[in-house]
């Protein structure tokens, strides 16, 4: 599929990996609908992007809210071809922390958003997608989450996350093989330590010593190159089924 003629809807998409994503869809010439809980910079991104992009505020953990969402993003658009999750929370405690053991309400909560977020937006984006026209090989649509390499690598502290992300690279699979009858892929991109928004607040040297952590290149990652990974997926149809890493061959110690 070529991502000029894209319709996507990207989670997340006001501000970090989201916002790059959306940017290298419209200067490719696609549409996008930025779906966040962030108003100002929801509006402001949209803005930023011109006439082909679009603000919808929800929250990913609603149902109700994604489902509104996904329908007025497919009456915006004209359609939906790609969805991307990139809406997430950290979730990081400790399981036995001073004040006590993690409360069961803060594991589910980054459960609700991280993981069930991404099958709410997937399961809407694909009722879209399989109504599309088929490409010359049968394709209507792509779907891609964002996991993180702490769903294979998870360090103390991180039990809530990596559950979350864990469970995004264990769904990825059995949706590509139900959606292949409607031709729709489903993938997975797990990034490293990147600089997003959170990252960039971090002090100077905090940054210096994350980036340094990293084989090579010993920087952090720049949301430019997810989105570049998006770019790939979404254009590349034997790609489905498949968590790629974009980590810099990082692999991370248990704290």
């Known amino acids: 599929m070529e991502l000029a003629s894209a319709k996507a809807v990207i989670t997340g998409g006001a501000s970090g990996l989201g916002l790059a994503t959306a940017e290298t869809i419209i200067a490719a010439g696609g549409q996008v609908a930025l779906l966040d809980l962030n108003d100002d910079q929801g509006r402001q991104s949209a803005s930023d992007l011109g006439e082909r992009a679009h603000f919808l505020r929800a929250d990913v953990s609603s149902e ?43 594991f589910a909560k980054t459960i609700q958003v991280n993981l ?5 937006v997937t399961k809407e984006a694909a009722n ?17 989450s964002t996991a993180s390499i702490a769903a294979f690598e998870g360090q103390i502290g991180q039990a809530a996350y990596s559950a979350s992300k864990g469970g995004i ?20 991109i797990a990034p490293g330590i990147f600089r997003t928004p959170m990252v960039a607040g971090m002090p100077d ?37 498949e968590t790629i890493r974009v980590d810099g061959a990082i692999r991370m110690q248990p704290k």
């Not at 109700?64 to 990081?92: E, F, H, K, Y």
């Not at 879209?128 to 891609?144: L, T």
């Not at 699979?173 to 729709?184: D, H, K, M, T, Y």
């Not at 920087?219 to 989105?227: K, S, T, Y």
């Open 64 to 106: 109700s809210d994604v489902q509104q969402a996904i329908a007025a993003a497919r009456d915006a658009m004209g359609g939906i071809t790609l969805a991307v999750n990139c809406a997430g929370i950290i979730g990081a405690a400790r399981t036995l922390g001073r004040e006590g053991p993690m409360a069961g309400d803060f």
């Open 116 to 120: 069930i977020g991404s099958f709410l």
């Open 128 to 144: 879209v997608m399989q109504h599309n026209e088929p490409d010359n090989e049968g394709e209507r649509g792509v779907i891609i």
């Open 169 to 188: 690279v264990g769904m990825m699979l059995p949706l590509a093989r139900e959606f292949a009858r409607i031709g729709v892929r489903v993938n997975t």
């Open 205 to 241: 040297e905090v940054q210096e010593s994350l980036g340094q952590q990293v084989p090579f290149p010993s920087r952090l990652g720049r949301p430019d190159e997810f989105a570049a990974t998006v770019a790939f997926i979404y254009s590349t149809t034997m790609v489905n089924g």
